[in-house]
């Protein structure tokens, strides 16, 4: 009884500074995300009996750009991060929707996630995004995809590096996640020139 009273003390001691007390940081301003330039038109169908499939993979990353942070090159041994800058979602997904928006918009091909492509013969788009971020020696927004295509009821591989560079007014979280959704476009309308029709 004693103990569950002093219990009781204890709790009504601490109440008062239960609004103060935040075991989660603050949140960010805002969350950056990523938007296709190219995607395919609502309410088409894609029918992979009548036209070509494709299975894109989510990329393999560094641990550098793996996180919801912007990381930004300050030397070749060194990286900081863009001040409130934070991703909705990992970069590598944000990506991967751009690619498959854009190489459906662009090529006219059935693309489906390696999960739903089982027993499809079609071509396979994988690789690593090896950067996804800002180059502070330049001011530029840097992607950077190396590329590695199976082609159609293919068994050879081909492999292929895709860059693209935009410049940034200033370090600030809305330029970088501007210039980043323009460098990554540009890249996946690359990608699909590449995969071709």
Known sequence: MLHSLIRLLVVMALAPLAGCISLAGKPPAMLLTLASSASPAAGVTLDSRTARTIAVQTPATPAAIAGPRVPVITGVTSIAYVKDAVWAEPPAR???????DTLAAQTGRVV??????????????SGELRSFGVDAATDQAVV??????????????????FEAREPMPAITAAAAGNALNRAANRVAADIAAWVGR
């Open 112 to 125: 489906l996630s390696p999960q739903n492509s089982f027993g499809d013969g079609g071509a396979r788009l």
């Open 94 to 100: 944000l990506f991967v929707r751009v690619m498959a």
């Open 144 to 161: 950077v995809f190396e590329a590695v295509l199976v082609r159609d009821g293919q068994k050879t591989i081909e492999k292929r590096r």
